[in-house]
C-alpha cells in the first residue's frame, strides 16, 4: 500500500503525480533562464536520461542539441537531436571549454562522491558551459 502509494507522488514518468508537477515546475525556471539565448542552443545535460527531454518537451525540437552524459551505457536514442556520451561528471575532458551554451544538471552532483568530488564536478560543467543549471533536492526533499 505505501509503495503504492509513493508510485502516484513520486514517479516523475507518471502524469499527474507531485513529482512531475514539481519537475515541470523547476524545469520552467530553467526555460526562463534559457528564453533569450540564442537558437540552436548546444545543451550539455549531465545524469540526465532521454526520457526526461521527452517529458519536459525538447526531445525532437532542433532548436536544442542536447548531449546526454551518463556513467550508463546507452546505445542511441530515437530523436535526432539527443546523443548519449557515456562519461564521469567530475572529468569532461573530452569536451573543450565553453564547448556547451548550457549545461543542465538535475539531481545528480549529491550522487557524485565526496565534497571533493562535488567541487570536481562544479568546476568542470562551469568550464565547459557558458550557462549552467544545476539543481540538486533540499536535504529534507522525501524524493
Known amino acids: 500500500m505505501l509503495t503504492e502509494f509513493y508510485r502516484k507522488i513520486a514517479d516523475f514518468e507518471k502524469e499527474g503525480s ?4 514539481v519537475r515541470k515546475q523547476r524545469f520552467q525556471i530553467f526555460k526562463d533562464l534559457i528564453d533569450a539565448l540564442p537558437r540552436p542552443l548546444r545543451i550539455l545535460d549531465v545524469g540526465g536520461t532521454e ?10 525540437c532542433h532548436d536544442f542539441e542536447i548531449v546526454i552524459l ?3 551505457d546507452y546505445l542511441k ?5 539527443l546523443t548519449y556520451v557515456k562519461g564521469d561528471a567530475r572529468d569532461l575532458s573530452p569536451f573543450k571549454d565553453n564547448e556547451f551554451d548550457v549545461v543542465f544538471s538535475n539531481s545528480v552532483i549529491e550522487h557524485v562522491g565526496s565534497y571533493q568530488d562535488q567541487e570536481k564536478m562544479a568546476l568542470e560543467i562551469q568550464r565547459v558551459g557558458k550557462v549552467f543549471f544545476v539543481q540538486t533536492p533540499n536535504y529534507y526533499s522525501p524524493f
Open 18 to 21: 507531485l513529482a512531475l508537477k
Open 51 to 60: 526520457v526526461f527531454w521527452e517529458i519536459m518537451g525538447f526531445a525532437g
Open 70 to 72: 551518463n556513467i550508463i
Open 77 to 81: 536514442t530515437s530523436y535526432d537531436n
